[in-house]
């Protein structure tokens, strides 16, 4: 039985997660990991969990994409099948290495977006598109083994590859920006389903807090998407450095036993 406080703690957890992938298209990974390993939970039961989240917010977003057809089925899920793969690689490499590396390796991802929301604040830059490298038969095969990476990342650390997926999308297939966005989020799911099946199957999956944290999230990020086309790019991208920053300090403190 959840405690009041643990209720509150992971709605406003939902609401935060919600607010980055409203705002950002980003995964919730660099908010659920964090306050999840601060209240008791192991790294890799942080990441499998975070991963159900993933699933939960991203099902209906696809939704929508698939409703309005700007899903490329094929093209999203040869990525999909080679995440899907290195997924399971990733998850049990995570099972059995210690939670030090991973953490650290964590903080280091997190850092890294960090660094780029502050540069794209800078210089904000739209979805481009027209410059498809032409692989011709070769195009399914190449975005299969490109995803296997991404896959492993997802496995390893809890990140999706949401903006991974994006930037392959826009360099292999000939889609429009609603059909590159709607097709990284198949291959997106599909990374993450792999993820969390080989997470769930060694018992590394908090499925009360998952869920509760997703279903808040769907909500908040419902009106926060709304909100993010009433406010300039760059105030975007400079608040979500920030709050990156925050985050890994936060797990960072929390590596050293000091939260």
Do not use: C
Not at 36 to 63: A, C, K, N, P
Not at 108 to 137: D, H, Q, W
Not at 143 to 167: D, N, Q
Not at 172 to 188: H, R
């Amino acid at each position: 039985m959840l405690s009041l406080y643990m209720i509150v703690v992971l709605l406003i957890t939902g609401v935060a997660v919600g607010a980055l992938t409203g705002i950002t298209g980003s995964s919730g990974v660099v908010v659920v990991v964090p306050v999840l390993s601060i209240i008791g939970l192991s790294f890799q039961d942080s990441v499998g969990s975070s991963l159900l989240v993933d699933v939960i917010t991203t099902s209906v977003v696809l939704y929508v994409y698939l409703k309005h057809g700007n899903v490329s089925v094929k093209n999203g899920i040869s990525m999909g099948l080679g995440a899907l793969l290195g997924a399971q690689i990733g998850t049990h490499l995570a099972i059995s290495l210690p939670q030090g590396p991973l953490e650290l390796g964590f903080v280091v991802f997190v850092l890294v977006l960090a660094v780029e929301m502050f540069r794209r604040s800078r210089n904000p830059r739209p979805l481009v598109r027209g410059n498809t490298i032409n692989l011709g038969k070769w195009t399914v095969p190449v975005a299969f083994a490109i995803s296997v990476p991404v896959g492993i990342l997802t496995g390893t650390l809890g990140a999706s590859g949401g903006a991974i997926f994006t930037g392959i999308t826009a360099l292999l297939f000939p889609l429009s920006a609603q059909g590159i966005v709607g097709t990284a989020t198949l291959a997106m799911i599909l990374s993450a389903l792999s993820g969390v099946a080989g997470y769930a199957y060694f018992g590394r999956v908090d499925y009360a807090y998952a869920v509760l944290i997703g279903l808040t999230s769907l909500v908040s990020g419902y009106f926060f998407s709304r909100f993010a086309n009433e406010v300039s790019e760059k105030k975007v991208y400079l608040s979500m450095g920030v709050i990156f920053i925050a985050l890994g300090v936060m797990e960072m403190l929390k590596m050293m036993g000091l939260v």
